[in-house]
């Protein structure tokens, strides 16, 4: 039987650390990989540093121990969304982002798709709403479900269409926790270590928090990026994920008091 995502390649908490390589060029994001090569489990690739430098930023976790995320949120007709995934199929990725705005079709592609071209070694996950994102901002695009509601909604549709990893702000992972069980692979970025700023993040916590309440994988950019000891910041935030870890446990093997 094949392991349930959540359990696999997390021998360490640092392992579930995903840093943003939001950067502008290549040379910046490999100078990033180094302060972190053996801090963190995994380099993420978003849309700044792809727009600029293309696939050879996949290439920068090569020689590192650490899994490549290519955070790419894609969102189009199912037949492009195939061509992406199949040509990511052939990379080292390990994730790769989907909207799960995109509709039952595209997901069911893109989970199939994966599947076919990669067998389990490339992840789909599934983008709820942007932690960048709150109730409000719904209203705006004609969305009148609170945050959470919408995104069960939207998890439980690409649940449906045969995807297994979620991302959601660390306010929801309880909620997807509960409705998927064990095997869902949920990623929250929005975390962020106590007395650290913000920035544009609207639903946020601490790692310990985001964990405990469920989340596998935890996205900490700039708190990391912006540290003046990487090598201690990082530690910090693995330290952060260990708690969450020994909570959650504790939660888990506690007697249900319901009846
Ligand atoms: O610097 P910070 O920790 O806010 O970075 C968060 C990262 O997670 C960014 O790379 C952003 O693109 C990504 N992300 C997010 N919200 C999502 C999905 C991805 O902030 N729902």
């Keep these: 039987m094949p392991l349930a995502l959540s359990t696999t390649g997390f021998d360490a908490p640092h392992r579930r650390i995903a840093l943003p390589l939001d950067h502008a060029t290549l040379a910046e994001a490999r100078a990033c990989v180094q302060s972190f090569r053996g801090r963190v489990g995994i380099f993420?690739?978003?849309?700044?540093l792809?727009?600029?430098?293309?696939?050879?930023?996949?290439?920068?976790?090569?020689?590192?121990d650490a899994d490549l995320f290519a955070d790419l949120k894609l969102c189009d007709i199912p037949q492009t969304v195939e061509g992406a995934i199949a040509s990511l199929a052939r990379s080292s990725t390990r994730y790769v982002t989907v909207h799960a705005s995109g509709g039952p079709?595209?997901?069911a592609r893109a989970a199939e798709t994966a599947e076919r071209a990669a067998g389990g070694r490339l992840v789909v996950l599934a983008v709820t709403v942007l932690t960048s994102l709150d109730d409000g901002d719904l209203r705006e695009?004609?969305?009148?479900?609170?945050?959470?509601?919408?995104?069960?909604?939207?998890?439980?549709?690409?649940?449906?269409?045969?995807?297994?990893?979620?991302?959601c702000s660390p306010s929801e992972v309880e909620l997807l926790r509960r409705e998927h069980g064990p095997t869902a692979l949920l990623v929250t970025p929005g975390v962020?270590?106590?007395g650290s700023q913000d920035h544009d993040q609207k639903r946020v916590a601490t790692a310990a928090d985001?964990?405990?309440?469920?989340?596998?994988?935890?996205?900490?950019?700039?708190?990391?990026?912006?540290?003046?000891?990487?090598?201690?910041?990082?530690?910090?935030?693995?330290?952060?994920i260990a708690q969450g870890l020994a909570r959650r446990d504790a939660t888990e093997r506690a007697p249900s008091t319901r009846t």
């Design 192 to 194: 962020r270590p106590t």
């Design 44 to 48: 993420k690739v978003g849309l700044q």
């Design 50 to 64: 792809f727009a600029a430098e293309g696939p050879a930023a996949f290439a920068l976790t090569e020689g590192t």
């Design 210 to 240: 985001a964990v405990a309440r469920g989340a596998d994988i935890v996205v900490v950019g700039r708190p990391l990026r912006e540290a003046a000891d990487p090598s201690s910041a990082a530690r910090a935030l693995a330290e952060d």
């Design 105 to 107: 079709a595209m997901l």
């Design 141 to 167: 695009q004609g969305i009148s479900e609170k945050v959470a509601e919408h995104v069960l909604r939207l998890s439980r549709m690409a649940w449906r269409a045969g995807i297994r990893g979620f991302v």
